[in-house]
């Protein structure tokens, strides 16, 4: 037993010898923060547990498994229920499918997946819409003017989202056009939120000004979404407008499969030009952006972006990192894997901080603008040389699977809380 507990003294002084900040499980960056300029920290709890297994003296945990059958309602009511704290999506009985969006307005949430969850939308593009897109030259079709008025009495502006919201009309009866809801969570208004481990599955991406696969809206802040994986969102994967604020994504994967047709544009910041100025303060940190994704990643209008230890593989972008009007970023530590060729583009930014430490494969035409970008908490850099193999081991729905790790179990003995999002060997 004493050479037990030695061995274990052992590796705790070695596991913490080599950590860093940027290691630890637990919330980090502008979620953690109540001033975009000022050291003032936010103690972002969401429920009161965001790792699982939940210790047993957590008040208010509850458990879904999926019924096979639209679960909108069950999971909108069991959010609203302010006894339930922590919402455990238990995926061993299947997808939880979800007809449209669901609104969480309540704040001090943690939801948490287990199981491999997937929350999945109930209608999605097919084969024969696509094909009846294609007849008709949707893809060449102008995204910026020379609309029409639909059979339901709708004003469209723009001639590809017309044309495209008449055929799926034709084509499936639906004048009210359900399916342009068919997103997963909003987050409206609400404030310390944890989501993690989930992955959701859109419809496909296809221009008829629907729904994101997650959004944040109407000033919902300190929001933490950490290792979900986000696919096929039908307008985009996860945007954050409407004065939301103070919100970290880390450890999530971005990507589009051949269920999606046009509009692969995944994170928007700030929904115009006219956003209010003083919101929207994100970080995204050890991301990912795979497959399918073309522009967005992100996009922003307004508010403080830091970008730190992403990894861009997605060979088929028009415009990775696009910092535009009243927008501010610092970009350190990011990875732009061959292929990736039109890695970033401003458009009248306030100000742009390009770090020296960023690995481009492809040409090396970066900059910086205006005064130097500071943040107001602190943080670690990792090589950006070591962001391929840690994000790409680690990033996505990855946490709570098998048996626990070494550094969970000596959290465990130890009483501590925080484990490694990846392997310590």
Request: hydrophobic share 35%.
């Amino acid at each position: 037993m004493k050479k037990q507990l030695l061995t274990l003294v052992a590796l705790v002084l070695s596991l913490a010898a080599r950590s860093t900040d940027y290691d630890l499980n637990k919330p980090f960056g502008f979620c953690t923060q109540a001033s975009r300029t000022e050291t003032r920290p936010y103690d972002i709890t969401g429920g009161g547990c965001y790792t699982y297994p939940v210790p047993e003296s957590t008040a208010g945990v509850v458990v879904l498994k999926s019924n096979g059958l639209d679960m909108k309602v069950t999971i909108e009511n069991t959010i609203k229920n302010g006894s339930n704290k922590v919402i455990i999506f238990d995926g061993s009985a299947g997808d939880f499918i979800v007809s449209s969006n669901i609104s969480i307005t309540a704040s001090n949430k943690t939801l948490l997946g287990i199981n491999n969850a997937r929350l999945c939308t109930k209608w999605h593009m097919t084969d024969e819409i696509k094909a009846a897109l294609d007849a008709a030259g949707v893809p060449r079709m102008s995204t910026s003017n020379g609309g029409g008025t639909l059979s339901n009495g709708s004003s469209v502006k723009e001639e590809a989202e017309y044309n495209t919201r008449r055929i799926i009309i034709e084509m499936t009866a639906d004048k009210n056009e359900s399916y342009r809801n068919s997103g997963i969570l909003s987050l409206k208004g609400c404030q310390n939120i944890i989501i993690r481990n989930i992955t959701f599955a859109g419809p496909g991406s296809v221009d008829v000004g629907g729904s994101d696969l997650i959004s944040a809206t109407n000033g919902a802040k300190n929001c933490w979404i950490d290792h979900c994986a986000f696919m096929d969102g039908m307008d985009g994967n996860f945007d954050i407008t409407q004065k939301s604020d103070f919100i970290t994504v880390s450890w999530c994967t971005f990507s589009y499969t051949d269920r999606s047709y046009m509009h692969q544009n995944t994170n928007l910041i700030g929904s115009s030009d006219n956003e209010t100025t003083g919101f929207l303060n994100t970080t995204y940190a050890f991301c990912w952006w795979g497959t399918g994704c073309k522009q967005r990643m992100p996009m922003a209008r307004v508010g403080k972006v830091h970008m730190l230890n992403n990894y861009f593989s997605c060979i088929t972008a028009s415009n990775c990192i696009n910092p535009r009007k009243n927008s501010e970023f610092l970009i350190e530590g990011n990875y732009f894997e061959k292929g990736v060729k039109n890695y970033y583009g401003q458009n009248d930014a306030t100000a742009v901080t390009w770090t020296n430490d960023n690995f481009v494969a492809e040409t090396k035409k970066h900059s910086s603008l205006g005064s130097t970008v500071t943040l107001p908490y602190e943080y670690s850099v990792a090589p950006s040389g070591d962001v391929p193999t840690i994000v790409k081991e680690n990033a996505g729905a990855t946490l709570f699977a098998g048996k626990p790790t070494d550094i969970q179990v000596i959290n465990k003995v130890s009483g501590g809380t925080d484990s490694l999002p990846f392997s310590t060997s």
